[in-house]
C-alpha cells in the first residue's frame, strides 16, 4: 500500500493533536503573508491560522480524500491536490511554509 493509499483510506478519519504555536508565529509571519501548508491533510492548521486572522492561505496534500475532507470542513480556503516534487504554485509566491506531521507519541 502506497503512502497515498493509506491517507485515502485513513487519514479522514484520523485526529491530529499537534500544537501550533500561534503566539511565536505571530512574531514570525504577519497576518498578511502568504502561507503555505504543506501536507495540510484535512485542513486542521489552516482552519486554525484562518480562525486567528490569517487570510492569504494555500494548502496542498496528494491524497485526494484528505483535500476532500479540507474543502468540506473549510470551502473558504484554498486547497490543492498536489502528487508531484513541482507545486503550482509561482516562484517566490509564499512567503511562508508550514509542514507538520503526526504525533508518533501520543499520550
Known amino acids: 500500500m502506497s503512502q497515498i493509499d493509506y491517507w485515502d483510506r485513513l487519514g479522514p478519519t484520523k485526529r491530529f493533536s499537534h500544537p501550533v504555536n500561534l ?8 497576518l498578511d503573508r502568504r502561507i503555505l501548508d504543506f501536507g495540510c491533510g484535512y485542513g486542521r492548521v489552516m482552519g486554525l ?11 496542498v496534500d496528494p491524497a485526494p480524500a484528505m483535500i476532500a475532507a479540507a474543502r468540506q470542513r473549510f470551502p473558504a480556503l ?26 508518533l507519541h501520543p499520550e
Do not use: K, M, Q
Open 23 to 30: 503566539s511565536r508565529l505571530a512574531e514570525l509571519i504577519d
Open 49 to 59: 491560522l484562518h480562525e486567528h486572522g490569517y487570510r492569504n492561505l494555500v494548502g
Open 78 to 103: 484554498t486547497f490543492l491536490e498536489v502528487n508531484s516534487t513541482r507545486l503550482p504554485l509561482a516562484d517566490e509566491s509564499v512567503d511562508a511554509a508550514l509542514l507538520f506531521g503526526p504525533d
